[in-house]
């Protein structure tokens, strides 16, 4: 059963920062892994979605990093901005389940 | 597109009540999940449908939980009798297989008093 475990549970970081959020996978036959942003009182948002055969992924300030060896993905987010701040979810799919990680609580401060 | 939309946004219930919550994919996607979040388990996979057909419920707690997809454009949540354990926002997802990304529609807060 896969199991997914991000760390830190919260961060707090000035504005302009580079910052690294980690998530870890039990299973590394997984069919791809996710990224999500969730602001409070909404639904989840994708952000970044990197297939098993790839290595990383980038969209704007954002950059998501997969090792299926060591069970490992990274979300490194340059220049923070207020703006940025939510809660980051990874999920690993395996088979046609997504199983979630309980999210970092990023906060961002002006 | 509209995305995937939710009904109710909130629902405040009394025990031993039913409860239906309703999702509308985005159209065109041919995979449908509902997920509860909560503080304490995070989100929870219930059940996913793929083509209109539930495909594993393994997720669903007990048999007061029950989901339906009677086309590719609707699908409901029941829970009866409803508990106050039940409180949690519920999510609906749809996408269009392994090599896209999920669309999460902005949940429905279930409160039972």
């Known amino acids: 059963k896969q199991e997914v475990t991000q760390i830190p549970a919260a961060l707090s970081v000035p504005e302009g920062e580079n910052l690294v959020l980690n998530c870890s996978f039990t299973d590394s036959a997984i069919y791809n892994l996710q990224w999500f942003r969730q602001d409070p009182g909404k639904g989840l948002t994708s952000l970044l979605l990197?297939?098993?055969?790839?290595r990383e992924q980038t969209s704007g300030r954002l950059n998501a990093s997969l090792d299926k060896s060591s069970g490992r993905s990274t979300l490194y987010i340059a220049a923070s901005q207020p703006g940025d701040s939510a809660t980051y979810l990874c999920?690993?799919?395996?088979?046609?389940?997504?199983?979630f990680g309980e999210g970092t609580q990023l906060t961002v401060n002006p | 597109d509209a995305g995937v939309i939710q009904s109710p946004r909130h629902e405040v219930t009394e025990m031993g009540q039913e409860v239906t919550l309703r999702c509308k994919p985005i159209?065109?996607?041919?995979?449908l999940f509902w997920y509860r979040q909560t503080m304490m388990r995070g989100l929870e996979l219930l059940i996913y449908f793929n083509n209109n057909v539930p495909i594993d419920d393994s997720g669903m707690p007990e048999d007061r939980f029950s989901a339906k997809m009677p086309n590719a454009s609707f699908s409901n949540l029941k829970i009866q009798p409803s508990e106050p354990r039940d409180s949690a926002v519920y999510f609906c997802?749809?996408?269009?297989?392994?090599?896209?990304?999920?669309?999460f529609g902005n949940g429905t807060r279930l409160t039972v008093t």
């Open positions: 997802a749809s996408g269009t297989g392994g090599s896209s990304p999920l669309h």
């Open positions: 999920a690993g799919l395996s088979g046609s389940r997504l199983t």
């Open positions: 990197i297939q098993s055969s790839q």
């Open positions: 159209s065109g996607h041919d995979y």
